[in-house]
C-alpha cells in the first residue's frame, strides 16, 4: 500500500556530518507525522525527531542541537540533517510515517527497512 524508501546512511567520523532521506509512495491519501527512530545494537527503538504535516518539530534531548528534521510535503519525503556526529549515534535508523491510506481511508503507521549508521574513526 505505502512504501518508505530512506537512503544516506554511511560510515562518518566522529564530528562529521550525513543527510538521511526518507521517500514515502504508494497509496496516500494525506501524509501526516513523519519521524526518525533509531535502534543500537541491545537497545531498544527509540524516537530522535519527528515533524508534523504543519512542520511542527519534536526531538529527544539527545540529538538536540545537533540533528534537524525536515520535509517537502510536494515530494512526501523527510529529512534528517546530523551534525556533530557521535559515536554513540550509531545505529539503524528508521523512518516512520502516519498515513491516510487512499484505498481504505484508514489511518495507518508504516515504517522504512532502516539505513545504518556508524560513527566511527
Known amino acids: 500500500q505505502v512504501q518508505l524508501v530512506e537512503s544516506g546512511g554511511g560510515l562518518v567520523q566522529p564530528g562529521g556530518s550525513l543527510r538521511l532521506s526518507c521517500a514515502a509512495s504508494?497509496?496516500?491519501?494525506?501524509?501526516?507525522?513523519m519521524g526518525w527512530y533509531r535502534q543500537a545494537p541491545g537497545n531498544q527503538r527509540e524516537l530522535v525527531a519527528a515533524i508534523t504535516s504543519g512542520g511542527t518539530t519534536n526531538y529527544s534531548d539527545s540529538v538536540k542541537g545537533r540533528f534537524t528534521i525536515s520535509r517537502d510535503n510536494a515530494k512526501n519525503t523527510v529529512y534528517l540533517q546530523m551534525n556533530s556526529l557521535k559515536p554513540e549515534d550509531t545505529a539503524v535508523y528508521y523512518c516512520?510515517?502516519?498515513?491516510?491510506?487512499?484505498?481504505?481511508?484508514?489511518?495507518?503507521?508504516?515504517w522504512g527497512q532502516g539505513t545504518l549508521v556508524t560513527v566511527s574513526s
Open positions: 516512520n510515517a502516519a498515513v491516510l491510506v487512499s484505498m481504505s481511508y484508514r489511518h495507518r503507521e508504516f
Open positions: 504508494g497509496s496516500i491519501a494525506r501524509l501526516n507525522a
